[in-house]
C-alpha cells in the first residue's frame, strides 16, 4: 500500500504545484475534477498510508540543514507547507465530504 501512496502523493502533488506552462489544462482540470470521488473511495488504511507518505515529505523537505549547510526548506512554499499540513491534518480529506 505504501508504493500507492507514494505514487498518489506525487500525482495530487505534481497536479496542484507543476507550473502551467509544464502541465495540459485540460489534463489537470479533468484530474482535479474527478479527485473528489478518488478520496472519497480511499478506505481508512489508504488515508493513513497517503498521511505517511505526507509526513515523511514534510520531515525530509523541512530538515534541518545537514553537515554541509543543505536543506530542501527554502524550496518549499508556503502553499505547499499548508498543502502538506491540511494532508497530515486530515483537512485534505474532509474538503471532499
Not at 500525482?11 to 489534463?27: K, P, R, V
Not at 514534510?58 to 526548506?73: H, I, K, M, Y
Amino acid at each position: 500500500m505504501k508504493a500507492l501512496a507514494e505514487l498518489s502523493f506525487e500525482f495530487i502533488w505534481h497536479l496542484a504545484f507543476t507550473e502551467e506552462e509544464y502541465l495540459d489544462l485540460d489534463f489537470s482540470v479533468r484530474w482535479l475534477s474527478s479527485l473528489g470521488g478518488y478520496v472519497n473511495a480511499m478506505t481508512t488504511e489508504e488515508q493513513a498510508a497517503l498521511v505517511a507518505v505526507a509526513m515523511d515529505r514534510q520531515a525530509r523537505w523541512l530538515a534541518p540543514p545537514d553537515a554541509q549547510g543543505f536543506t530542501q526548506r527554502n524550496l518549499v512554499t508556503a502553499e505547499q507547507r499548508a498543502f502538506l499540513d491540511s494532508m497530515i491534518s486530515g483537512e485534505f480529506f474532509s474538503q471532499f465530504d
